[in-house]
């Protein structure tokens, strides 16, 4: 199983926002498109991948499943991250065999992240010299100053055990670098912030000023020790006066010795004048911490109160939100009593428009049948005015018989009279 994460995402807000604390946590490394990523993970040494789904125009999901489709990769772990997958979504994924271990989504607080990471990602190796390793110069993000306030405490860590002075002639070793704050550090979770880091170097840093003053006391005393023993030794060897040459061999040895103690002694001062620069750069970088621990602790405060306000600010825009979804409801229950209004309405005025065109039809019907009925008038009417034209001419005729008749008679008549 590998060691490292590969981050597969292209949202550089995303990578400003959770890099500093993926890379505090684990071993990461960054690819911005699929391409090259199957051979990368090949080449082994990755436990996980973290694979944004709308990486490269939404190619996350194929490049899941062609990852689980590799044999070479059967150990590797899969975290699907998303701005815009629904629940959903995620569940038809699921149900595929090219399905992911761990599904998030998008915004996600950092220390969140790095939570939910850590059960497929090992931890990152934290160097004991060097807590923060590259980060020592690189600003933390906003995830860490949550954190702040309790690192403000300062804790007091065991001080290391100084091993006594050896009999020999050689100053004593220096005493062990305290080994209880990079034992804390190597054991602490992997979502441990910037802030914790940089209480265990200043502390780390204290404990190391305190060894080392303690150190230069100790080889003082064993020198000075050392150089009341030789001119006591000498003080007898002439006292005695055993044997002269053997006394000069002895003092001449004696001196050598306190030659060399005094250019030792020369040389822990020296020493010692080194380890006070030391711990004045050191007693600087302190300072510098601690103003940047008061800094970082004033900016969470500001941001703090900023929080403060944006809850109430989404206090308000909930219940705005609580008295909008009321009116909607009220709108959708007038809008479906009209729509059932209308269905009414309209099958009436559909069932109406049935019974005219049935009326519209029969009188269709009638019309024809009046037609019909006013052609057959038409004829009749039209041999009535043909019948009335010979009664017409008949009774011209007649008319005209009845005039010569009437002629006739009254010739007759006039005749009679005659």
């Not at 599904?103 to 790095?114: E, G, M, Q, T």
């Not at 602490?188 to 230069?216: G, I």
């Not at 050191?282 to 109160?305: D, F, H, I, T, Y």
């Not at 309405?345 to 005219?356: F, P």
Request: charged letters at 30%; a negative charge; proline letters at 6%.
């Amino acid at each position: 199983m590998g060691l490292r994460l590969l981050l597969v995402d292209s949202d550089r807000s995303f990578l400003k926002e959770h890099k500093v604390s993926l890379e505090a946590a684990f071993d990461l490394e960054v690819a911005s498109s699929p391409d090259g990523v199957v051979e990368r993970l090949e080449r082994g040494g990755f436990a996980a991948a973290l694979i944004c789904v709308e990486v490269a125009d939404n190619k996350g999901y194929a490049l899941c499943s062609t990852l689980r489709r590799q044999p070479a990769l059967g150990a590797l772990k899969i975290a699907l991250i998303s701005a815009k997958a629904t629940e959903e979504e995620y569940r038809r994924h699921q149900s595929l065999k090219g399905r992911a271990d761990v599904y998030l989504r998008k915004p996600i607080a950092p220390s969140a992240l790095v939570a939910a990471l850590s059960p497929l990602v090992p931890a990152r190796a934290v160097d004991p010299d060097n807590p923060l390793g590259d980060l020592a110069d690189v600003e933390g993000g906003d995830d860490w100053l949550d954190n702040l306030r309790g690192a403000m405490a300062p804790s007091t860590p065991k001080p290391a055990p100084v091993p006594a002075p050896s009999p020999s002639p050689e100053p004593p070793p220096p005493a062990p670098v305290p080994t209880a704050a990079k034992q804390s550090r190597s054991t602490r979770p992997p979502d441990t912030t910037r802030a914790h880091l940089l209480e265990e170097q200043v502390v780390a840093l204290r404990e190391e000023l305190r060894v080392r003053d303690q150190q230069l006391r100790e080889a003082e005393d064993y020198l000075h020790e050392r150089i009341g023993a030789a001119t006591l030794n000498l003080d007898e060897i002439a006292a005695r006066d055993r044997d002269l040459a053997a006394a000069r061999q002895e003092a001449e040895d004696a001196r050598t010795t306190s030659d060399r103690l005094q250019k030792d002694l020369a040389a822990m001062k020296s020493a010692m004048q080194v380890q006070e620069r030391e711990q004045t750069e050191l007693k600087a970088r302190l300072k510098q911490a601690e103003a940047k621990l008061a800094a970082s602790v004033a900016g969470a405060e500001e941001r703090e109160q900023e929080l403060q306000s944006c809850q109430e600010t989404l206090q308000q825009r909930e219940k705005e939100a609580l008295r909008l979804t009321s009116q909607v409801a009220g709108l959708r229950q007038q809008l479906d009593e009209t729509l059932v209004q209308h269905d009414g309405e309209r099958l009436e005025l559909m069932n109406g428009m049935d019974q005219k065109e049935a009326e519209l039809a029969r009188l269709k019907q009638e019309l024809a049948e009046q037609r019909e009925a006013h052609a057959v008038l038409e004829r009749e009417k039209q041999a009535a005015y043909g019948q009335l034209s010979e009664h017409r001419d008949r009774l011209r005729n007649l008319d005209t018989l009845l005039r010569e008749v009437q002629d006739h008679l009254r010739r007759g008549s006039d005749l009679a009279k005659g």
